[in-house]
């Protein structure tokens, strides 16, 4: 589905009814990194997996594409769904969105799933290295970035043992425009920290990270349940970053075993 929303043509895919769980995406990827949750989960909950500005079918607009600017996005497709709550998923960059959504508009998350995230704002030199790699990005393409990132996006189990994964992020990122990944880049290079925000969160909240996640290790996850109440933190053996695509059933399995938990 496709529709003008915020200015730019926004595309997402939905399937099944039920409680709505909304699923943001890693970068430099797309919607389509929740093929296998979506499918699993379409037979209890509406699954709806939106691409971000410059990512997937979705447009690009002129100006960076700060977390904030995603929030509104979500914000706006929620709206046009004629969707108050629900439950908001999000994965690297997709978690740094709902942040930027639970900063914004709390009282629409009804539960939250933050996978392989960090709370926390990027160092200087982190900021740095990610404006530096938009401006390679503009300069060379999505193919440099891709051949960058792919062995940090994916763990080394997954990379010696499951060689049909790795080249499907790889088509991904190819197909994300380099002006999309750019602004992405220089959106979350200029992301507020999260971390005062933690304390505060009282809805149901899960937490899963890959143990081989080398981009946001496992103590990033172990810190953020400790300042979450009541938060839940689950480690997929043998998954990298993109732990929903390299273990897509203990992955999936942890997610239906919250679902199910959850009452709104």
């Known amino acids: 589905m496709k529709k003008s929303l915020g200015g730019i043509e926004l595309a997402w895919e939905e399937a099944g009814q039920g409680l709505p769980v909304v699923l943001l995406h890693a970068f430099p990827v797309n ?14 909950y509406r699954v709806i997996t939106p ?51 639970l900063r914004r508009h709390a009282g629409r998350v009804a539960a939250l799933i933050l996978a392989d995230t960090r709370a926390g704002a990027d160092t ?16 060379k393409g ?4 891709a051949e960058r990132l792919l062995p940090k996006l994916l763990g080394a189990t997954t990379q010696a043992n499951k060689p ?9 990122i190819l197909s994300t425009p380099p002006a999309g990944i750019a602004r992405a880049l220089r ?17 149901p909240t899960l937490i899963l990270v890959g143990e081989e996640d080398t981009l946001t290790p496992p103590a990033e996850s172990e810190a953020m349940a400790k300042a979450i109440p009541g938060a839940a933190l689950v ?30």
């Open 31 to 44: 919607r389509g990194m929740w093929a296998a949750e979506r499918q699993a989960l379409a037979a209890r």
């Open 51 to 101: 691409d971000f500005r410059g990512h997937g079918e979705s447009g690009l607009a002129e100006e960076d594409s700060t977390m904030e600017r995603l929030a509104e996005d979500v914000r706006g497709l929620l709206d046009e769904l004629k969707l108050e709550r629900v439950a908001l998923g999000g994965l690297s960059m997709g978690g740094y969105a709902a942040f930027a959504f």
């Open 124 to 139: 200087e030199e982190g900021r740095k290295a990610r404006h530096d790699s938009a401006a390679l990005a503009e300069k």
């Open 142 to 145: 999505a193919g440099i970035i």
């Open 164 to 172: 049909e994964v790795v080249a499907a992020v790889r088509a991904m």
């Open 187 to 203: 959106g979350m290079a200029a992301r507020p920290d999260s971390t005062p925000l933690l304390g505060s969160i009282r809805v």
């Open 235 to 264: 480690k997929i053996p043998a998954a990298g970053h993109l732990s929903n695509l390299e273990q897509p059933a203990a992955f999936t399995r942890t997610l239906e075993e919250f679902l199910g938990s959850l009452r709104f």
